[in-house]
């Protein structure tokens, strides 16, 4: 019925899913300008070159101590994760979301169902355990207690556990901290439509914990009798998740 014990800090993941920039090389003032230069020139217009810059950047803005990176028109500090070596493409013609499990009734949301919901909004920091940290980002969509009232959990239910379109990805909550008002089945981000990269159409978006919580290409809210320990929480990752309270780190709150 309950979680597993924490990992002790001595087991830290064997596979972090930190970026190489993350083993402490410093990042001299000449190539940090440099690239300045790149974005004036307007080089940023390559997706795939402004990803591999936004990684390089986010590496930049954690050790540079002028703060001169949050200056740079890349929409900031995210880095692009995932564990799956990719990942369909799915819009409001074939998104589904389902909700199963320990309910009296089951659904299968299209993306058209989600929007015509109730939407919340939310601004508040994102922390990934690795160390990197994204200022006020607000996020926008449907209460995740909202589907799960709407699901009629039974009363033998304690848990949630979340799959994802990537086929690999998993997550998970108690039932408690699933109906926090600050867990939202998230559509938007920086108030854009949330784009592939970052999960879309449909992420999960757990405020008040490491970013690892919220699963991108979110397909699957199933309850469950006890929680199961998620892809990264198997890796070493604690599965009760609090910014500054768990995995060892002491950041800042994120809510
Ligand atoms: N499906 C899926 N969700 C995921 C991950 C992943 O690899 N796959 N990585 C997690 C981690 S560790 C982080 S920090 C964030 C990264 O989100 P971003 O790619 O939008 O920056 O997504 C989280 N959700
Ligand atoms: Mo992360």
């Not at 089945?185 to 854009?192: S, T």
């Not at 469950?224 to 070493?236: A, I, K, L, M, N």
Request: aromatic content about 8%; hydrophobic content about 35%; overall charge neutral.
């Amino acid at each position: 019925m309950t979680s597993v014990p924490p990992e002790p800090p001595e087991s830290r993941p064997a596979e972090p899913h930190a970026p190489s920039e993350e083993a402490g090389r410093p990042i001299g003032r000449r190539v940090l300008l440099g690239t300045l230069g790149l974005g004036a020139l307007g080089v940023l217009a390559a997706p795939t070159l402004q990803r591999g810059l936004e990684g390089f950047l986010g590496a930049a803005a954690d050790k540079d101590p002028t703060g001169l990176t949050g200056l740079l028109p890349n929409g900031g500090g995210f880095r692009y994760y995932s564990v799956a070596a990719s990942v369909p493409h799915k819009d409001a013609t074939d998104y589904r979301l389902t909700v199963d499990g320990l309910v009296d009734r089951p659904a299968a949301y299209t993306l058209d169902d989600l929007r015509s919901m109730p939407q919340t909004r939310m601004t508040r920091d994102v922390q990934c355990v690795t160390g990197w940290r994204v200022p006020g980002t607000p996020f926008e969509g449907v209460r995740l207690s909202r589907l799960l009232d709407a699901a009629k959990v039974r009363p033998t239910a304690k848990a949630v556990r979340f799959t994802c379109f990537d086929g690999t990805y998993t997550e998970s909550l108690t039932l408690g901290q699933a109906r926090r008002a600050d867990v939202l089945v998230a559509l938007r981000m920086q108030d854009k439509d949330l784009g592939h990269d970052h999960g879309g159409p449909v992420r999960l978006y757990v405020a008040p914990m490491y970013f690892y919580k919220s699963a991108k290409w979110l397909s699957g809210i199933t309850v469950t009798d006890e929680v199961r320990p998620g892809y990264w929480e198997e890796r070493g990752y604690d599965v009760d998740a609090w910014v500054g309270r768990s995995n060892g780190r002491s950041d800042d709150p994120t809510s």
